[in-house]
């Protein structure tokens, strides 16, 4: 149980387009979602919490205007990363958080992003 | 706030050796403790977690157990296999709070 999906796993795009990420819970609901950027053996940094039917919270320092994200089912929050550069590329992970009352998150697999 | 402090990496063992990667933290109140371990390629997978002092976390021969009075929550295998090469991070979620703030991840490599 607890299975998180994310697709695509990789996307190659070109500077000035957009991109979406899908992430999926699929054999539970989950109420509030995470993104996350991962940057070359880094930590992961969160960018916002997604919850369902309502505005995303962004982190300090992150583009709301450039990082869009929905949560429109219980069940799928998606990242749409617009007029993408360079610098945009990177590992995108996306969480779902579990029912179990501690707060506990499962992970997709992961995007990884290249911008060229 | 908040705060997870991890042993650098990356640590290299030999197969059967014992592994213990430290971590300790900073919380207001109760926070529940976890280990994520993520493999080359992939997003993170839940390992164990502990939710209350004392509580011992235990998933495929990795354990950890929450000490408030140390705060900590070191991650502990009696014998590694190469298989268990991988980035382990330690993360708390703090009493009352749905975010997870993370530790810098060690990375672990066994060599046959």
């Known amino acids: 149980g607890a299975v998180v999906s994310q697709h695509p796993s990789r996307v190659i795009c070109k500077s000035g387009t957009s991109v979406k990420i899908e992430c999926r819970s699929l054999d539970f609901q989950a109420t509030t979602m995470f993104w996350y950027r991962q940057f070359p053996k880094q930590s992961l940094m969160l960018m916002a919490t997604s919850n369902e039917g309502s505005k995303a919270t962004y982190e300090q320092g992150v583009e709301k205007d450039k990082f869009l994200i929905n949560h429109a089912s219980l069940t799928l929050s998606t990242l749409t990363v617009t007029s993408a550069h360079p610098e945009d590329s990177s590992f995108y992970i996306c969480s779902a958080e579990g029912t179990s009352g501690y707060y506990e998150q499962y992970f997709g697999p992961g995007t990884r992003l290249t911008v060229t | 706030g908040n705060s997870v402090t991890q042993m650098e990496g990356p640590v290299t063992l030999s197969e059967e050796a014992f592994l213990t990667i430290n971590c300790t933290y900073t919380?207001?109140?109760?926070?529940?403790l976890f280990w994520y371990v993520q493999y080359p390629g992939e997003g993170l997978q839940l390992l164990l977690k502990a939710t209350k002092a004392d509580d011992k976390g235990s998933n495929k021969g990795f354990e950890a157990t929450y000490r408030k009075e140390t705060t900590s929550f070191h991650l502990e295998k009696g014998s590694v296999q190469v298989s268990d090469s991988a980035v382990y991070f330690c993360a708390l979620s703090g009493f009352g709070n749905e975010k997870l703030t993370f530790g810098t991840g060690t990375r672990l490599t066994i060599i046959p």
């Open positions: 919380a207001t109140g109760y926070p529940s």
